[in-house]
């Protein structure tokens, strides 16, 4: 059997080697002429967060996720498990036990214990939940330490090719927002994003700060490059980012350092994410096509527990479809 990966978001990528790993003959095609033209996935913070995830999404994605630190343990070198630290200021510490009251795997911390693991938010946070069992990664890195590993798979992915009614056989349908035409309940959840370079602090682990109405998080990328995301808006715009969005990002931001004032602003990025109405991933079936998408804000997240579904669809282990009319 022979099949067509359509799209090298995150998706199409973990569900390419995921098919050749158990021995089908693979290609991915992309339309893009590189990964970082990418809609999406470029655009992502990387955190590897099931637990935190909690708060806002189903069981079943918490569930779904636990898993996929290993898995990208397995075939990425540099996930970073040093846990998650959620802090808010003061005047908001009703959100802190909020979070925890909607969220497992947390233990709470006080002001010596947060310094403890991250030396610079010393004497700024007197309590915070940690949440140690989760990681985070450079998305941009894992994005091509996935392609390299398809190149060693023998698996050929073709850029600047674009899916057509005529692609034959076997297709795994990966374009993310891209496949609305054929999934009508897709839609787009805008995400704005900064990446910004500073030295004069080092932070460690994802650190998310909690408000009323614009909680964010920072996620370290490596070598003093820091993403702060992300806004959470029902649009499937690619405008470039509002000054309202980017007044807001800074600013908690430099709410949680304020080192993050003297920042240099390397990169605003927008993607949109592919979302279902409740926001949970799934994989569904029309004919020969399997579409994997809807991954909304858990593509890293939950791209292995999609892969693992539609690999044993495809290779007859399971029958848990949802097959389209
Ligand atoms: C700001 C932001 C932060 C995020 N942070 C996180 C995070 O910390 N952790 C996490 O798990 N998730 C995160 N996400 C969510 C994650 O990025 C998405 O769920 C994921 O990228 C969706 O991946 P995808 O492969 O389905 O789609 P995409 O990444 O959009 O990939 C689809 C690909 O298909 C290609 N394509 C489209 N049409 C065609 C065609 N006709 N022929 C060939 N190719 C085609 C596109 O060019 C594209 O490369 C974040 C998202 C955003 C926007």
Redesign the pocket.
Known sequence: MSVTV???????LVCAIELASRGVKVEV????SSLD?????????????PRCEGEIAEPSIVEMGLPAIDWWERHFDKVERRGTLVVSQPRDAAELKRFARRTDGHVWLDGTQVSELEPDLSGRFNTALFYAEEAHLN?REALAALHKRLVELDVPIRYG???SDSTLGTVVD?????AKDKLDDLRGVR???LLLRLSEINLTRTVRMLHPRFPVYI?PHGEGLYMV??TMIESDSYASMSVRSAMELLGAAVALHPAFGEAEIVEM?V????AFPDNIPDVRRAGDVFY??G?????????PAMAMKVANMITGVGHNSGVLG
């Open positions: 359509v799209g090298a978001g995150v998706a199409g095609i992309e339309q893009n033209q990418n809609a999406c996935s470029w655009f992502a913070g990387g955190m590897l967060a998305p090719v674009s899916m990966c374009r993310g927002l891209a995400g704005e994003m996620v995301g992300a990025g993607g949109v994410r592919p994997v998408n991954l909304y804000r858990h593509g890293y997240l939950l791209a």
